[in-house]
């Protein structure tokens, strides 16, 4: 069994088609794509995919394996950078990723425990989606991340740091931005900018919350991030679910409000991969609770007052 014959199969699995993956993803014909199939196939010793009429289906034994594929390609992914990394030592690195909008309240408490740790640590930052902050941990690109604890998660750990609640963002100029807090019936009534597809978690606890409260949002707009969402709010006189964070994202035409009674929360985590032996990242997540400490001092929990 080889690399390739992984990388054809996922490919595969994912395409849902022999001459789709073929075409698009790996530039080779559909007669070779279909031998490298039944070669890993016989290798493996069972059936993986199922040939149909519009194109093929995976298998039971096909679901386990194709987990398990792409966590191998990650590890040799992973490897790869490791390597090249050792091979040509230089100053301590450590890659970070944030939801969007969360730098500005972890990032300076985390960068003053890292110039304790190893003040010769050269930083790199990137803003992404949940999602796709799992990916890149997955893949080695990153040593921790700020985000949701994604269901798709191959070999990562989640380390809690905040249960952050739901609030309420609406146009400046909306009859319920004088009511101090937003009751959910409230909602129901009003245009909804729902959370974006990249977003799978939040949206997930919003979900959870219109069925505990009895309500239906009507989502009229998606919004691909926070910042687009309270565009659209602006825009559309329309109202949308964030969490507290992003109250520190919020423009001059729209305001935040707290929703009456039990607000849903949403889990923040530091997530990592446990495969990743670095002592730097080993340091700071000892001093994870110090993380939180430090933050719980500044404005998020004197906004939440303010709201309560």
Known sequence: MELRHLRYFIAVAEEGGLLTAAQRRLNTSQPSLSRQIRDLEAEVGVKLLE???RGVALTPAGRVFLDHARLALLQVDAATDA??????????ALAMGFLVGLEVMWLPHLLRI????????????????????ALALMRGKLDLAFLRPEKQNLGLSFKLLAKEPLIAVLPAGHPLASRKKIRPQDLAHEVYVSSSRTSPILQSVIQDYASRTGITLKAKYEGENISSAMSLVA?????????????????????ARAL???????DLTLGYSAANSS???????SRADEL??????????????ALS
Not at 235 to 255: D, E, I, R
Request: proline fraction near 11%; include cysteine.
């Open 51 to 53: 040939r149909q009429a």
């Open 83 to 92: 390597a090249r990394r050792a091979a040509e030592p230089e100053r301590p």
């Open 235 to 255: 825009s559309t006189g329309g109202v949308t679910l964030v969490p507290l964070y992003a109250q520190n994202m919020l423009a001059p035409n729209v305001v």
């Open 114 to 133: 890292i110039r304790q740790e190893a003040p010769d640590t050269e930083v790199t930052l990137c803003s992404l989606s949940s999602p796709e902050l």
């Open 279 to 285: 002592p730097l990242l080993r340091r700071l997540l």
């Open 292 to 305: 939180v400490e430090s933050v719980q001092n500044q404005s998020i929990i004197r906004y939440a007052d």
């Open 260 to 266: 009456e009674g039990e607000p849903p929360t949403v």
